[in-house]
Protein backbone atom coordinates (compact mmCIF):
# COMPACT_ATOMS: atom_id res chain seq x y z
CA UNK A 1 0.00 0.00 0.00
CA UNK A 2 1.68 3.21 -0.99
CA UNK A 3 1.83 6.13 1.26
CA UNK A 4 2.19 9.78 0.22
CA UNK A 5 4.33 11.24 3.16
CA UNK A 6 4.10 15.23 3.00
CA UNK A 7 6.66 17.43 4.43
CA UNK A 8 6.55 19.22 7.59
CA UNK A 9 4.98 22.52 9.11
CA UNK A 10 6.25 25.66 7.72
CA UNK A 11 5.82 29.42 8.85
CA UNK A 12 6.66 31.83 5.91
CA UNK A 13 6.89 35.83 5.79
CA UNK A 14 3.96 37.45 3.60
CA UNK A 15 5.56 37.74 0.00
CA UNK A 16 8.02 35.03 0.52
CA UNK A 17 7.32 31.18 -1.09
CA UNK A 18 6.84 27.33 0.23
CA UNK A 19 7.96 24.32 -1.59
CA UNK A 20 5.92 21.39 0.34
CA UNK A 21 6.96 17.67 -0.73
CA UNK A 22 5.02 14.26 -1.17
CA UNK A 23 7.02 11.36 -1.31
CA UNK A 24 5.17 8.09 -2.18
CA UNK A 25 6.50 5.56 0.15
CA UNK A 26 6.32 2.17 -1.29
CA UNK A 27 5.04 3.33 -5.03
CA UNK A 28 5.89 5.55 -7.51
CA UNK A 29 3.75 8.33 -9.45
CA UNK A 30 4.73 7.52 -12.72
CA UNK A 31 0.91 5.77 -13.18
CA UNK A 32 -1.03 8.39 -11.59
CA UNK A 33 -1.63 11.52 -11.66
CA UNK A 34 -0.80 13.93 -8.39
CA UNK A 35 -3.31 16.73 -7.00
CA UNK A 36 -2.89 19.39 -4.90
CA UNK A 37 -5.87 20.48 -2.41
CA UNK A 38 -5.85 23.83 -0.04
CA UNK A 39 -8.20 23.78 3.13
CA UNK A 40 -7.81 26.76 5.27
CA UNK A 41 -8.50 26.84 8.95
CA UNK A 42 -12.67 25.54 9.57
CA UNK A 43 -13.04 26.42 5.72
CA UNK A 44 -14.14 23.56 2.28
CA UNK A 45 -11.12 21.71 0.44
CA UNK A 46 -10.00 23.94 -3.12
CA UNK A 47 -8.47 22.23 -5.31
CA UNK A 48 -5.37 24.19 -6.63
CA UNK A 49 -4.22 22.16 -9.22
CA UNK A 50 -3.04 18.94 -10.19
CA UNK A 51 0.33 17.18 -12.93
CA UNK A 52 0.21 14.17 -14.94
CA UNK A 53 3.99 12.96 -14.83
CA UNK A 54 3.31 10.40 -17.87
CA UNK A 55 2.11 14.10 -20.01
CA UNK A 56 4.66 15.83 -18.12
CA UNK A 57 1.37 18.03 -17.97
CA UNK A 58 0.09 20.61 -15.56
CA UNK A 59 -3.27 22.16 -14.34
CA UNK A 60 -3.85 25.11 -11.71
CA UNK A 61 -7.20 26.93 -10.68
CA UNK A 62 -7.43 29.77 -11.87
CA UNK A 63 -7.21 31.03 -8.56
CA UNK A 64 -3.65 30.10 -8.29
CA UNK A 65 -2.46 31.00 -11.72
CA UNK A 66 0.91 32.20 -11.81
CA UNK A 67 1.68 31.73 -8.36
CA UNK A 68 1.64 27.47 -8.11
CA UNK A 69 4.63 25.13 -9.60
CA UNK A 70 3.26 21.47 -9.40
CA UNK A 71 5.92 19.15 -10.36
CA UNK A 72 7.67 16.00 -9.87
CA UNK A 73 10.66 13.66 -9.62
CA UNK A 74 10.58 10.35 -10.77
CA UNK A 75 13.78 9.70 -9.41
CA UNK A 76 13.06 9.77 -5.77
CA UNK A 77 9.08 9.54 -6.07
CA UNK A 78 8.36 13.01 -5.20
CA UNK A 79 6.13 15.46 -5.79
CA UNK A 80 6.21 19.00 -4.91
CA UNK A 81 3.95 22.14 -4.65
CA UNK A 82 5.44 25.76 -4.33
CA UNK A 83 3.30 28.58 -3.88
CA UNK A 84 4.58 32.17 -4.05
CA UNK A 85 3.88 35.53 -2.94
CA UNK A 86 1.90 34.42 0.14
CA UNK A 87 -0.04 36.09 2.04
CA UNK A 88 -2.00 35.49 5.50
CA UNK A 89 -5.14 34.40 3.09
CA UNK A 90 -2.62 31.41 2.17
CA UNK A 91 -2.73 30.05 6.27
CA UNK A 92 -4.09 26.40 5.73
CA UNK A 93 -3.26 23.03 5.36
CA UNK A 94 -2.05 21.98 1.69
CA UNK A 95 -2.68 17.97 0.71
CA UNK A 96 -1.18 16.03 -1.61
CA UNK A 97 -3.65 13.46 -3.60
CA UNK A 98 -2.72 10.73 -5.77
CA UNK A 99 -5.11 9.94 -8.39
CA UNK A 100 -5.28 6.47 -10.37
CA UNK A 101 -5.30 6.90 -14.25
CA UNK A 102 -7.64 5.49 -17.08
CA UNK A 103 -7.81 5.83 -20.91
CA UNK A 104 -5.48 8.66 -19.85
CA UNK A 105 -7.54 10.99 -17.60
CA UNK A 106 -6.88 11.17 -13.88
CA UNK A 107 -9.44 9.74 -11.63
CA UNK A 108 -10.53 10.61 -8.00
CA UNK A 109 -8.19 10.97 -5.41
CA UNK A 110 -7.48 7.73 -3.84
CA UNK A 111 -4.50 8.42 -1.83
CA UNK A 112 -4.05 11.15 0.25
CA UNK A 113 -1.34 12.46 2.41
CA UNK A 114 -0.95 13.64 5.51
CA UNK A 115 -1.62 17.72 5.22
CA UNK A 116 0.94 20.05 5.68
CA UNK A 117 0.52 23.21 7.61
CA UNK A 118 1.73 26.42 6.23
CA UNK A 119 1.32 29.39 8.09
CA UNK A 120 1.61 33.02 7.06
CA UNK A 121 2.83 35.83 9.23
CA UNK A 122 4.92 38.75 9.78
CA UNK B 1 -15.47 26.50 -13.84
CA UNK B 2 -17.99 23.60 -12.60
CA UNK B 3 -19.61 24.88 -9.81
CA UNK B 4 -20.84 22.12 -6.70
CA UNK B 5 -23.52 22.92 -4.66
CA UNK B 6 -24.46 20.42 -1.82
CA UNK B 7 -27.06 20.79 0.61
CA UNK B 8 -27.80 20.45 3.28
CA UNK B 9 -24.74 22.18 4.39
CA UNK B 10 -25.51 21.30 8.43
CA UNK B 11 -26.96 17.92 8.68
CA UNK B 12 -28.52 16.84 12.45
CA UNK B 13 -29.24 13.14 12.69
CA UNK B 14 -28.97 9.98 15.06
CA UNK B 15 -27.56 6.98 15.03
CA UNK B 16 -29.11 4.45 13.06
CA UNK B 17 -30.67 7.19 10.79
CA UNK B 18 -30.86 6.97 7.04
CA UNK B 19 -29.22 10.03 5.63
CA UNK B 20 -28.78 11.76 2.54
CA UNK B 21 -27.02 14.33 0.87
CA UNK B 22 -27.29 16.42 -2.44
CA UNK B 23 -24.53 17.79 -4.68
CA UNK B 24 -25.54 19.47 -7.75
CA UNK B 25 -23.21 20.67 -10.70
CA UNK B 26 -23.61 24.10 -12.68
CA UNK B 27 -23.34 21.66 -15.85
CA UNK B 28 -23.10 18.02 -16.91
CA UNK B 29 -20.12 16.20 -15.59
CA UNK B 30 -21.50 12.39 -16.64
CA UNK B 31 -20.28 10.07 -13.95
CA UNK B 32 -17.17 11.88 -12.80
CA UNK B 33 -18.34 12.45 -8.80
CA UNK B 34 -16.76 11.39 -6.28
CA UNK B 35 -17.56 11.60 -2.78
CA UNK B 36 -15.10 12.00 0.12
CA UNK B 37 -15.39 11.76 4.23
CA UNK B 38 -13.34 14.49 6.30
CA UNK B 39 -12.86 14.01 10.05
CA UNK B 40 -10.95 17.06 12.16
CA UNK B 41 -7.10 16.71 11.74
CA UNK B 42 -7.17 14.53 9.46
CA UNK B 43 -6.81 13.96 5.44
CA UNK B 44 -10.43 13.44 3.01
CA UNK B 45 -11.04 9.73 2.33
CA UNK B 46 -12.62 8.43 -0.40
CA UNK B 47 -16.12 6.67 -0.24
CA UNK B 48 -17.50 6.94 -3.45
CA UNK B 49 -16.02 7.20 -7.00
CA UNK B 50 -17.62 7.33 -10.42
CA UNK B 51 -20.78 8.25 -8.32
CA UNK B 52 -22.23 5.18 -7.26
CA UNK B 53 -18.79 2.60 -7.57
CA UNK B 54 -17.76 2.01 -3.60
CA UNK B 55 -14.46 2.62 -2.61
CA UNK B 56 -12.91 -0.35 -1.66
CA UNK B 57 -12.98 -1.36 2.60
CA UNK B 58 -15.97 0.99 2.59
CA UNK B 59 -19.22 0.19 4.70
CA UNK B 60 -21.52 -0.84 2.39
CA UNK B 61 -24.10 1.71 4.45
CA UNK B 62 -22.57 3.86 2.18
CA UNK B 63 -23.82 4.52 -1.20
CA UNK B 64 -24.12 6.88 -4.42
CA UNK B 65 -26.37 7.74 -7.09
CA UNK B 66 -27.17 10.19 -9.63
CA UNK B 67 -25.67 11.25 -13.24
CA UNK B 68 -25.68 14.30 -15.12
CA UNK B 69 -26.32 17.29 -13.06
CA UNK B 70 -27.24 15.72 -9.67
CA UNK B 71 -26.32 13.40 -7.15
CA UNK B 72 -26.65 11.92 -3.79
CA UNK B 73 -24.95 9.71 -1.11
CA UNK B 74 -27.09 7.98 1.26
CA UNK B 75 -25.92 6.87 4.47
CA UNK B 76 -27.80 3.90 5.61
CA UNK B 77 -28.26 2.99 9.28
CA UNK B 78 -25.52 6.13 11.11
CA UNK B 79 -22.66 4.53 12.83
CA UNK B 80 -21.18 6.66 15.31
CA UNK B 81 -18.02 6.89 13.20
CA UNK B 82 -19.73 8.08 10.35
CA UNK B 83 -20.16 11.79 12.21
CA UNK B 84 -18.16 13.92 9.90
CA UNK B 85 -17.95 16.42 6.84
CA UNK B 86 -18.80 15.13 3.60
CA UNK B 87 -17.39 16.85 0.60
CA UNK B 88 -18.62 15.85 -3.09
CA UNK B 89 -15.89 16.40 -5.90
CA UNK B 90 -16.34 16.62 -9.94
CA UNK B 91 -13.53 15.53 -11.71
CA UNK B 92 -14.40 15.70 -14.95
CA UNK B 93 -12.91 18.87 -16.28
CA UNK B 94 -10.55 21.23 -15.33
CA UNK B 95 -10.32 22.95 -12.89
CA UNK B 96 -11.57 19.80 -10.56
CA UNK B 97 -14.13 21.91 -7.80
CA UNK B 98 -15.32 20.60 -4.86
CA UNK B 99 -18.38 21.20 -2.89
CA UNK B 100 -19.06 23.22 0.20
CA UNK B 101 -18.91 20.27 2.45
CA UNK B 102 -22.14 18.93 4.74
CA UNK B 103 -21.17 18.27 8.16
CA UNK B 104 -23.10 15.31 9.81
CA UNK B 105 -23.51 16.16 13.46
CA UNK B 106 -25.10 14.05 16.38
CA UNK B 107 -28.34 15.23 17.19
Known amino acids: QVQLVQSGAEVKKPGSSVKVSCKAS????????IGWVRQAPGQGLEWMGG????????HYAQKFQGRVTITADDSTNTAYMELSSLTSEDTAVFYC???????????????WGQGTLVTVSS | DIQMTQSPSTLSASVGDRVTITCRAS??????LAWYQQKPGKAPKVLIYKASSLQSGVPSRFSGSGSGTEFTLTINSLQPDDFATYYC?????????FGQGTKVEIK
Open chain 1, 26 to 33: GGTFSNYA
Open chain 2, 89 to 97: QQCNSYPWT
Open chain 1, 97 to 111: ARSGMEDAAPLHFDN
Open chain 1, 51 to 58: FIPMFDIA
Open chain 2, 27 to 32: QTISSW
